[in-house]
DNA sequence: CGGAGCTTTCAAAAATTGGTGAAACTATGC
DNA sequence: GCATAGTTTCACCAATTTTTGAAAGCTCCG
């Protein structure tokens, strides 16, 4: 029966009920129990996570659950990755709150089993609608506020060249925003559209 | 004859030669120097930098250069923005290594004028291939790396159906960032082809 | 030259961010 | 219930990043 998604006794070492046990032949770097694939990639997607704007840790987190063929429990992951109980715990909620981990509730075993987001559009699109998105909509709001000021300074008098330069780049930087808000808005789409898609990309002029 | 890009002697308030001078009626915000205007429009971009992974004043004080209508120097920009001299100094060093700020160089002045680029397209392009698309190719080159190491782990014996979970994984993960790379290519190349480009943007399916 | 006026450098301070681990808390099993 | 295994919270600590300001360095003028 598959009421467990793993072998509940075997805390550190867990038996695989098709395959020989895991840990039988490691090429490399086997000290932390971590693949060198999975060390490969968690460091990968940590830095590419960072130039995001997230931690380092959610990213190599969230590696180590997409690379692991069943659920894993907080302990696990603190032990592949050397975190303390408390990292472990926050980068999770995080994880959680950005709903790319989801968390698997086993009757009859008090530990959490936490599964990452398979459908890495999902998580892409996710993240670009909810900050990406808002910053850039952020940012048209405080153009379109600084022309407004602009107008109101025009009105009450000052120079006329500086404010007339001013409106020109503040249009600039508006049009640009405005653009870049597309962008996304195409890429949202079309990730929400199909999740498995692999697109052809084109650029077009107007017109 | 055009010696001087500005009147050297008001260093504080800098006569302007064919309009009245600028502070005569602010419409709010006088106490720094900074119109309405280029203090939201430099609060925006300078958070819009932190999300690109630069330094809030880097933003900030290229937007101040690019919304006036002469060149500054680093005491100017120092006053309008309430910084250090070393911050100045500093910010503009390193937006000058991005290329997206300029100096000018005067004959008979000891200070420096700098200059905002004003290309929009050509500053993002720049970043977007110097900075965006090193990572993602790194990131392309570890996941290569994963693979092959997993390759080995393959011959040398272990959980077939991990190597296989991984090798899917692993899988997916290079095909989005090779396409997250031509993304970012059709961009650099658009962006250089035509810089004054207002572009409309399409995605479509493959095949 | 030598002084005036700016800019750059850099060590140290301040601020921010990230991580730790023990205590508090929660959900089972007995 | 109560003990237990696991999770979360949080005050504190460590590491990193940013900013400061004073000293040193330039450049031009007289």
């Not at 990755?81 to 472990?88: C, D, F, H, I, P």
């Not at 926050?90 to 968390?103: D, Y």
């Not at 199909?194 to 002029?205: E, S």
């Amino acid at each position: 029966m598959p009421s467990s998604p793993i072998d509940p006794d075997g805390a550190q070492a867990p038996p695989e009920p098709l395959a020989e046990r895991e840990g039988c032949a490691d090429t490399e770097a086997p000290e932390d129990g971590l693949w060198e694939s999975e060390r490969v990639v968690s460091e990968a997607v940590g830095r590419l996570m960072v130039l995001w704007g997230f931690k380092r840790n959610m990213g190599r987190v969230w590696t180590i659950l997409f690379l692991s063929d069943r659920p894993l429990t907080g302990r696990q992951l603190q032990e592949r990755l050397s975190l303390s109980s408390g990292a472990v715990s926050m980068t999770l909620s995080e994880l959680a709150r950005w709903g790319v981990v989801n968390k698997e509730w086993v009757p009859g075993d008090r530990r959490d089993y936490h599964i990452a987001e398979g459908n890495l559009w999902k998580m892409i699109s996710r993240v670009l609608r909810e900050r990406e998105r808002g910053e850039i909509e952020g940012a048209i709001e405080a153009f379109e506020d600084a022309l407004a000021a602009l107008e109101r300074k025009a009105r009450r008098g000052g120079s006329q060249a500086r404010i007339e330069l001013q409106r020109e780049r503040i249009g600039r930087l508006l049009e640009l925003a405005r653009l870049g808000r597309s962008m996304l808005d195409a890429l949202i789409a079309n990730a929400r559209m199909d999740a498995t898609w692999l697109p052809r990309f084109r650029l077009g002029r107007r017109g």
